[in-house]
């Protein structure tokens, strides 16, 4: 199913490309076998999420990200990855008054 998936939100961030270029991703993995995200460096805890790819423009490289991914062995609370895809929102656009949106596809 993960092929299945990586091909929606591809297709997802295709549309974007088109119709929203102003819009902006990032791409966080929950289930990591390795933890990288700045929450946790910071406050500890959020373990097996990690950043596969950093807030900014919709583009190619955001969709070869998806392409990339793999699944791993790591287990990572849901609930963390919203934590962690809210704090790299919230860094992304600081005080500016955007529109922001969370999706989260298990």
């Known amino acids: ?3 299945d998936v990586t091909g929606a939100v591809q ?3 295709c ?3 088109f119709h929203s270029k102003q819009d902006a991703v990032g791409l966080l993995k929950a289930g990591a076998d ?3 995200n700045e ?3 910071q406050m500890g805890g959020y373990d097996h999420i990690a950043v596969v790819g950093s807030m900014g423009p919709v583009g190619m490289k955001r969709i070869e990200n998806v392409g990339a991914i793999h699944a791993e062995s790591g287990r990572a609370d849901l609930i963390d990855a919203v934590v962690v895809a809210a704090d790299a929102i919230a860094r992304y656009v600081r005080k500016n008054k955007w ?3 969370v999706l989260l596809v298990s």
């Open 1 to 3: 199913h993960l092929d």
């Open 11 to 13: 297709r997802m961030l």
């Open 15 to 17: 549309d974007r490309i």
């Open 34 to 36: 390795a933890t990288d």
């Open 39 to 41: 929450v946790a460096l």
């Open 99 to 101: 529109s922001k949106r």
